[in-house]
């Protein structure tokens, strides 16, 4: 998909980190940024910030976990022009035992860092399919859309949605022939204010933006910024398809004394395939245990979903 300068371009989460490199980025392009965060004097001082460079922004504080706030925020971006690009990027974590957290806080995370998107797909889609023309919805997930860490695990419910949402409207969006795709970024460490800046693998936001943009560009519905954590995604599907065996905490291996209760039909994966490869085995990525086909693609950055329309 061509970036086409004069198009506009929304960005949630702008006022700082990944939000705010996305919409430098697009306004490097061309593109007119309508600029949204929840924290209006943060959101002032970035828009300033991108003017400074020539860029033309709107802002508008939003709590993106209102749906009225999100209609309002469609409503300003598609008055001034037409929407190529809809970043929906916004993000929180809350740090606890799962049972330990309370109900507002799993609501809090969850409105956020998922239900957000939702008010942003039904907000903008019919928009974007009225008007006719390419375009694409750039999601911010995260290595918790294919991993899980203890601690956070508010974070990783959201995260996972956020990759079954993005894989379902992909498929319904090329279904109904629109020109409009989806694409879901899943960042490693970004030195941002929800992650360290000391790891030692963590990139720029500039350069997750980067990623991003060369994604949207070639229309791919995910991308990882990190090409180095893949094999651990394929070993996390690969073990989930096994029936946890490699999986499970070393506390409740030594319980289970490493025994997990597998269905038999884990053993005829390939034979139920009538012995063909599957789709990320031909993309030729290294398979170590057998898996299914979208837990390939996703390990595949996608290739084997449907392809969109250019």
Not at 112 to 131: G, K, S, Y
Request: net charge positive.
């Amino acid at each position: 998909m061509r970036i086409e300068p004069g198009r506009v371009a929304v960005v949630t989460g702008g006022a700082s980190g990944i939000g705010y490199a996305l919409a430098t980025a697009a306004a490097s392009r061309g593109l007119r940024v309508v600029l949204s965060d929840v924290r209006a004097d943060a959101l002032d001082a970035a828009a300033d910030r991108l003017r400074e460079s020539g860029a033309v922004v709107t802002t508008v504080v939003a709590d993106v976990s209102r749906p009225a706030d999100i209609d309002r925020l469609a409503q300003t971006a598609f008055a001034l022009g037409s929407v190529q690009l809809v970043c929906s990027n916004a993000g929180i974590v809350v740090i606890g035992r799962a049972w330990e957290l309370t109900a507002a806080d799993w609501d809090r995370v969850m409105s956020i860092n998922f239900m957000a998107t939702v008010h942003l797909v039904r907000a903008f889609i019919p928009r974007l399919i009225e008007a006719g023309q390419s375009a694409q919805l750039l999601v911010t997930g995260s290595m918790a859309s294919v991993t899980a860490r203890p601690q956070i695990g508010p974070y990783v419910a959201a995260k996972h949605a956020l990759l079954g949402l993005c894989e379902s409207l992909n498929h319904e969006l090329a279904d109904a022939g629109t020109g409009v795709g989806v694409t879901l970024l899943l960042p490693g460490k970004v030195a941002t204010g929800m992650s360290r800046e000391d790891y030692p693998d963590a990139i720029t936001p500039d350069e997750a933006a980067r990623i991003a943009f060369d994604a949207v560009a070639h229309r791919r519905p995910l991308v990882f910024t990190h090409a180095d954590r893949i094999p651990e995604v394929e070993r996390r599907f690969a073990a989930i398809v096994a029936g946890g065996r490699g999986w499970l905490h070393p506390a409740l291996r030594s319980a289970t004394h490493g025994d997990v209760h597998l269905h038999p039909a884990r053993h005829h994966v390939r034979a139920a395939n009538h012995g063909r490869l599957g789709p990320l085995q031909r993309a030729g990525v290294p398979q170590r245990q057998p898996c299914r086909s979208g837990s390939r693609a996703a390990a595949a950055g996608g290739r084997a979903w449907r392809p969109l329309r250019t």
